[in-house]
């Protein structure tokens, strides 16, 4: 068997690759203030084919969280695939996802728990607003159709 060779979608997928420092806000619960953080990410290749992602930060009561985020793209699916776990949730959160016309915005989309333990569809978008600074956000699909904007962390490369 022929081992695979990274493609495009490999590519633009390793430009993550490297050391960052990120800010972020969320809504945790409906109806209460948003929550604030930073942090820092360690963004490394497994094989040119995957890139592993390990965040760490803390919140404003300076509790420590760990983050894994894999993504790849599965040339097969046609489709980037991957997982994220963190320290503070027991989900799984597994993605599936495309790249927009212009290559900026991937979104995955993936299911897990609301603030309230039920089930939805989110989407986590990665958006590179250039080679140092990425934005990654998090929506949820509401009941009424809407999705409504959840978390937004910025990363700044360091330098």
């Known amino acids: 068997m022929e ?24 809504v945790m619960e409906p109806d209460q203030p948003p929550m604030k ?8 290749s497994l094989g040119g084919l995957w ?12 509790e420590t ?21 963190g320290a503070m949730m027991t989900n799984l959160w597994v993605y599936e996802g ?3 016309a212009d290559e900026r915005l991937l979104t995955l989309d993936t299911e897990g728990p609301t603030a309230e333990g039920k089930m939805a569809k989110f989407q986590d978008i990665v958006e590179f607003v250039s080679d140092d600074h990425r934005i ?5 699909l509401g009941e009424d159709g809407q999705w409504r904007q959840v978390m937004t962390t910025h990363y700044r490369r360091k330098t």
């Open 65 to 85: 969280a760990t983050t894994l985020m894999t993504l790849g793209y599965d040339p097969q699916k046609q489709r980037f695939v991957g997982t994220f776990i």
């Open 51 to 62: 890139v592993l992602a390990e965040g760490r930060g803390a919140d404003p009561e300076d």
């Open 136 to 140: 990654l956000s998090s929506r949820l």
């Open 3 to 26: 081992m695979p060779k990274p493609q495009k979608e490999h590519a633009w997928l390793h430009k993550m690759v490297g050391e960052w420092v990120a800010e972020g806000e969320g």
């Open 98 to 100: 495309v790249l927009d």
């Open 37 to 44: 953080w930073t942090g820092t990410e360690s963004v490394r």
